[in-house]
């Protein structure tokens, strides 16, 4: 069984974007791992591994443009099915 069951990922189009401070605030509001938050002040990349990944778009809609966005099941990969 994993720990964070959802991989998520998605883009951030805004202004003024900081990776840094994106990245400090998923870190210590919402649980999770591997999270990767790059980019510049224009466009921001987000992956993140968690099992609340509702807190993740919620927090990034507030930011900018939220786009590209995937979700997937990875307890369902790791059983061999459809995640």
């Known amino acids: 069984m994993l720990e964070y069951r959802f991989d998520t990922q998605l883009l951030i189009e805004g202004h003024g974007l900081d990776e840094d401070q994106i990245f400090a605030y998923i870190t210590e509001n919402i649980p ?34 939220i786009f590209d966005v995937v979700i997937e099941n990875m307890q369902r990969q790791e059983d061999g099915l459809k995640g």
Do not use: Q, S
């Open 32 to 65: 999770g791992d591997c999270l990767l938050a790059v980019g510049d002040e224009d466009l921001i990349k987000i992956h993140f591994h968690t099992n609340v990944p509702w807190r993740v778009l919620e927090y990034c809609a507030g930011l900018g443009d």
